[in-house]
């Protein structure tokens, strides 16, 4: 009779330590792997603005191609991002969308 109990005590004994040791794996793996979206999200974001930025430069200068380059950079990067439901997102997205257009109008206009 103790015979069966030693061999049930020493399963839970060996259930628990696994059940422990996956816990403790799967905690560190999500932890992870939202650490890496933050990464990336902020990625995205910093080549939005080092793009966008170029672009103004460049548009300033009166460089149409060039600033329609890095504005459409911009765009993807932003449309990359994978936050296309956030309301700022959005908006700045149709912000790039029209200044594109418009230089696109510019850019057609001068080479006539």
Known sequence: MYENLWIVIGLILVIGFFLRHW?????????????????????????????????????????????????QRALNSLKDSGKTRDELVRLSIQELEKKIEKLQRAEESSSL
């Not at 999500?30 to 080549?47: A, G, P, V």
């Open 23 to 71: 816990i403790k794996i799967s905690r560190t793996t999500k932890k992870r792997s939202i650490k890496e979206l933050r990464t990336n999200e902020f990625n995205y974001y910093i080549k939005f603005a080092s793009n966008y930025e170029k672009g103004r430069k460049e548009e300033e200068r009166g460089n149409i191609r060039g600033s329609l380059l890095f504005y």
